[in-house]
């Protein structure tokens, strides 16, 4: 992942983020301190075993830089949180429908109505807005509309998706 992932801090500024496989945790790049050289300790079952592996999570806003790792185990719930999270924010309805211009209509918005209809593309000809609309069902066709005509939306993306 990179800064370009959309991820931003609590003021909008992008965020980096820096994931790694495998290995120690991202604040330990070296490893395992070595073992004393006066001579090995008694060892404990936790030290016999190799340790589990982990994922390495950076994080670089411009405030500073953040470091986490996690087991494989872990990744894959967070993983499964963010996908039921990012579904449930797009397909959650809006508590009101909102009225945009039909110039003004982007990709994914979705109509309101008794049939689910969402943007595919939208394409301004002077004053002239040719809407190409898809189905639940997955039927595609495009209508013409007014540049300035209300269009009502259950659910309108946010910009730049």
Do not use: F
């Not at 991820?7 to 965020?15: E, K, L, S």
């Not at 006066?38 to 830089?65: F, M, Q, V």
């Not at 209809?117 to 209508?143: L, P």
């Not at 209300?150 to 659910?155: D, E, Q, V, Y």
């Amino acid at each position: 992942m990179s800064s370009g992932t959309g991820i931003t801090d609590a003021d909008g500024r992008p965020v980096a983020v820096t994931v790694t496989t495998g290995g120690p945790a991202p604040r330990d790049p070296a490893g395992p301190a070595p073992r004393d050289p006066a001579g090995p300790t008694p060892a404990t079952p936790e030290e016999d075993s190799a340790p589990a592996p982990r994922i390495g999570i950076r994080l670089e806003p411009p405030t500073g830089e953040l470091l986490w790792s996690c087991t494989p185990e872990a990744a894959r719930e967070l993983a499964a949180e963010l996908l039921r999270a990012a579904e449930e924010t797009e397909n959650a309805p809006a508590g009101h429908p909102v009225t945009v211009e039909a110039g003004r209509l982007r990709r994914g918005d979705v109509r309101d109505g008794d049939r689910a209809m969402t943007v595919e593309s939208a394409r301004t000809d002077g004053s002239t807005v040719h809407v190409t609309w898809k189905s639940g069902a997955g039927r595609s066709w495009t209508q013409a509309y007014a540049a300035d005509a209300a269009i009502t939306l259950k659910r309108r993306l946010p910009e730049g998706r």
